[in-house]
Nanobody
Framework: QVQVVESGGGLVQAGGSLRLSCAAS????????MGWFRQAPGKEREIVAG????????YYADSVKGRFTISRDNAKNTVYLQMNSLKSEDTAVYYC???????????????????WGQGTQVTVSS
C-alpha cells in the first residue's frame, strides 16, 4: 500500500495561488489513481479533483473548475494541485488520496480510496 504525504499548504490572500504536492512512496505509483479532497470545519470531506493513473483524464468539482489544475509526474511519484484565483471558501484541510486502479477511470468517491495523507491546511484570507 502506498503512503502519501502532502505539502504546500499555507496562508494566502484571496485571488492568490498555491501549489500543493503529494509525494507517494513505492515503485508502483503509476498504477494508482489519485485524488485531492478537502474538508472545511463543520463540513463533510469533498472531492476537489481526480486524475487517472496515466494522467490522461482529470475530474474537477464544479466549485474549482477553471481555477484548479491537477497533474502528476509518475517519474517523481508526485501529484500536484495548482490552485489559482483562490477564494475564502477554498479554506480547508486538503488531503491527497491514492487507490490502485489499473483501468483508466478516475476515482471520485472517498470510500474507494485506500491510502490517505495527513492533510495540509490551506487558508485564504479575504
Amino acid at each position: 500500500q502506498v503512503q502519501v504525504v502532502e505539502s504546500g499548504g499555507g496562508l494566502v490572500q484571496a485571488g492568490g495561488s498555491l501549489r500543493l504536492s503529494c509525494a507517494a512512496s513505492g515503485r508502483t505509483f503509476s498504477r494508482y489513481a489519485m485524488g485531492w479532497f478537502r474538508q472545511a470545519p463543520g463540513k463533510e470531506r469533498e472531492i476537489v479533483a481526480g486524475i487517472n493513473w496515466s494522467g490522461s483524464s482529470t475530474y474537477y468539482a464544479d466549485s474549482v473548475k477553471g481555477r484548479f489544475t491537477i497533474s502528476r509526474d509518475n517519474a517523481k511519484n508526485t501529484v500536484y494541485l495548482q490552485m489559482n484565483s483562490l477564494k475564502s471558501e477554498d479554506t480547508a484541510v486538503y488531503y491527497c488520496a491514492a487507490r490502485v486502479e489499473l483501468t483508466l477511470r478516475i476515482v471520485t468517491q472517498a470510500y474507494e480510496y485506500d491510502s490517505w495523507g495527513q492533510g495540509t491546511q490551506v487558508t485564504v484570507s479575504s
